[in-house]
T-cell receptor, first 114, second 110 residues
Framework: SAVISQKPSRDICQRGTSLTIQCQVD?????MFWYRQQPGQSLTLIAT?????????ESGFVIDKFPISRPNLTFSTLTVSNMSPEDSSIYLC???????????FGSGTRLTVV | SQQGEEDPQALSIQEGENATMNCSYK?????LQWYRQNSGRGLVHLIL?????REKHSGRLRVTLDTSKKSSSLLITASRAADTASYFC??????????FGQGTILTVHP
């Protein structure tokens, strides 16, 4: 069955550095979505990534902090820039795969900023 | 911002019992979806109910939707220890965006 591969699965990073998270879908999808899940909280949509255009960011999220690339219909990256401890969260990508109800999620990236 | 509230926030039951989780939402939706998350990992889609549907079944899952009250419920029948997880409802729009509820932590004791 179609899957979304997300990596890294976890990382511990120093404040002030950046981390790039990758998601690879094994089929072509029009839109990919990036979410943040803060400790003990629900998921919040960061942005929607369309191939060939700039990502659309939700209120409270900006491109300088969370730049997104979408070079083709099967791949996307999210960078968390200039990290602070407040960025410690699980980051997840998702997409609606053809023929499926609902959305398929990557396995998540657990980020800890120290 | 979150779609709305889920209750209870936590539910603890014995194996074999039924588990009911409720979700309320604030804005217009195209569909209402339920997801499961084990130990802070990726989410697994459970069931989707469209805004013109009132009830849907899938295996041991039963979901209802009341658009007049902007609420949904998920019933898991004959629960198993393996059902222990966090459960989230999410309102879906025609554009593909999902807005998640706060979630219910379900613990099923063997």
């Amino acid at each position: 069955s179609a899957v979304i591969s997300q990596k890294p699965s976890r990382d511990i990073c120093q404040r002030g550095t950046s981390l790039t998270i990758q998601c690879q879908v094994d089929s072509q999808v029009t839109m990919m979505f990036w979410y943040r899940q803060q400790p003990g909280q629900s998921l919040t949509l960061i942005a929607t990534a369309n191939q060939g255009s700039e990502a659309t960011y939700e209120s409270g999220f900006v491109i300088d902090k969370f730049p997104i690339s979408r070079p083709n219909l099967t791949f996307s990256t999210l960078t968390v820039s200039n990290m602070s401890p407040e960025d410690s969260s699980i980051y997840l990508c998702s997409a609606n795969l053809r023929g499926r109800d609902g959305y398929t999620f990557g396995s998540g990236t657990r980020l800890t900023v120290v | 911002s979150q779609q709305g509230e889920e209750d209870p926030q936590a539910l603890s039951i014995q194996e074999g019992e039924n588990a009911t989780m409720n979700c309320s939402y604030k804005t217009s939706i195209n569909n209402l979806q339920w997801y499961r998350q084990n130990s802070g990992r990726g989410l697994v889609h459970l069931i989707l109910i469209r805004s013109n549907e009132r009830e849907k079944h899938s295996g041991r899952l039963r979901v209802t939707l009341d658009t007049s009250k902007k609420s949904s419920s998920l019933l898991i029948t004959a629960s198993r220890a393996a059902d222990t997880a966090s459960y989230f409802c999410a309102g879906g729009t025609s554009y593909g965006k999902l807005t998640f509820g706060q979630g219910t932590i379900l613990t099923v004791h063997p």
